[in-house]
DNA sequence: CGGGCGTTTGAATCAAATCAATTGGAGTGG
DNA sequence: CCACTCCAATTGATTTGATTCAAACGCCCG
């Protein structure tokens, strides 16, 4: 557990001072997050989605519940959780501002998963039949819809491989990593988040025990690349994503590079 | 692994039900098989795909080729491989008689996987573009377009599921279950199934190592649960699917039922 | 026949789970 | 305001399941 002295093969704790006010993925993250604005516009354009104001721990949608409808988030956090039938759950996905829900009911007929918001948000709701009428000569809104599908099952892969091929600190700061950058596509401030999981839901999120990802936040800290805002270990400050990245990055090269 | 703890303890405990010749679940496997037919022909029909006859091996498609085309399975077997820019890669997928592939690229513009297959098949190769617009107007077709994606986001939680709550024991016992239901469902027979894959292919997969699936291997034929047929040990006898899918259940239960 | 690969199995090691104790903040009520 | 509980989180000690390292076997194929 404890391995090579620190401080000197520690090339990426640089100074927490931001290299430039503008970084090439800014201008990405500000067309991401007007893409998932043009979206939104389109829809409530095109189909006065129903607006539904949730709070945290409320059930947008519930495994085995009739399909009809998709969902849409269009402000707050959600988190899609997956019921065996012998009672084992799992959390399988997150939600950010313009992704959608309620995929997996459609070859079923019935909703596959619980889900669940994890703040005051509010939720557009469509129903699927008129979704697809509304496709019929609108090309645009069909693309949109395959291609929110298709991130889905692209991120859903990542998920896979994050879980079968990172070791349990390296799954933690991809999860960081992932969070701060679906932030950052959203015009959203990344520098510092507000987790709005308890460490058991990372940990089931991320398949690992909650004193894991405890221990794991708790050396990611300690080598600076995240620190804990004052009181409440809720909210977690990130000086630099890239750095993160960079951690992933090295757990898995061949290096032994390992957190003190 | 880690606990996904059983939210009550749910006696889910269903006796074992005598083997009768005629189960209900043929009849429901003889419907699937039928619909993926169904399924099949109605492509043909309105679309006219170009076919591909693939060997073990070659690629259906690539990584960061660019997109352009689905491609559906009419006979054969094919892996779908994940790769890290960092040069990790993962099986995340595996494909039978009438699964699409190629869903992942749409939201990109080229495809995020390698889609290899693992025996002599044959592809049907349909462009997106042709296939979007034969939807208007029938929409059968777009039925069975968001199904198929549908089912896949569906499989890839489940997936999830399975690595991130089952010991390596079960999480084997499960895949072996998963291709012997796939078979089942396409009107073959589950009783002796042929792995196409490497132990350290199966390995990858389930996220583990190839001596480990080994390991798995070998105590569930000391349990019965699978047999080895005769020479090499790429062929798997399975004398009750049920079996397997009752030993996944009891790893996740309470009980201390353990392989010898 | 011999080489190469895939597989099996054993022994040692290690990362993460489990068990257990403690802290600390948030909320409640006297 | 403090005493109290409750629950999330941290941290340490220990156990355990899976990996790693290593050796040997069996099958296929030139």
Redesign the interface.
């Known amino acids: 557990m404890l391995s090579a002295r620190p401080q000197s093969d520690r090339p990426h704790v640089r100074p927490v001072v931001a290299p430039s006010p503008v970084r090439a993925d800014d201008e990405a993250n500000r067309l991401a997050s007007q893409s998932i604005a043009d979206t939104l516009a389109l829809l409530q354009a095109t189909l006065t989605p129903q607006r539904r104001i949730v709070h945290a721990g409320d059930r947008i949608y519930q495994s085995g519940e009739r399909f009809g409808h998709l969902y849409i988030l269009n402000s707050g956090f959600a988190k899609?959780v997956?019921l065996?039938?012998?009672?084992?759950?799992?959390v399988?996905?997150l939600k950010f501002r313009g992704d959608w829900m309620g995929?997996?009911?459609?070859?079923?007929g019935a909703y596959?998963?619980d889900a669940v918001a994890m703040d005051t948000g509010e939720v557009w709701v469509l129903r699927y039949d008129q979704l697809?009428a509304a496709?019929?000569?609108r090309?645009e809104l069909?693309k949109m819809l395959?291609?929110?599908?298709?991130?889905?099952?692209?991120r859903?892969?990542?998920?896979?491989?994050s879980?079968?091929?990172l070791s349990a600190d390296a799954r933690v700061a991809d999860f960081l990593r992932y969070w701060a950058e679906s932030l950052a596509r959203r015009g959203l401030r990344t520098d510092q988040i507000t987790l709005r999981m308890t460490r058991a839901e990372i940990?089931?999120y991320?398949?690992?025990?909650l004193e894991t990802v405890s221990r794991a936040l708790s050396r990611l800290a300690r080598n600076q690349l995240i620190c804990f805002v004052e009181k409440g270990r809720r909210d977690i400050h990130i000086p630099e994503v890239e750095a993160l990245a960079a951690f992933v990055?090295r757990s898995?090269?061949p290096a032994d590079v390992v957190l003190q």
């Not at 995929?103 to 079923?108: K, S, V």
């Not at 991320?206 to 025990?209: A, D, N, S």
């Open positions: 899609i997956n065996a039938p012998d009672g084992r759950e799992l399988v996905g995929f997996d009911g459609i070859a079923a596959a998963c697809l496709c019929i000569g090309p069909l395959h291609e929110a599908m298709s991130r889905e099952i692209a859903d892969r990542d998920s896979l491989m879980v079968c091929t940990g089931n991320l398949g690992m025990t990055q898995v090269a």
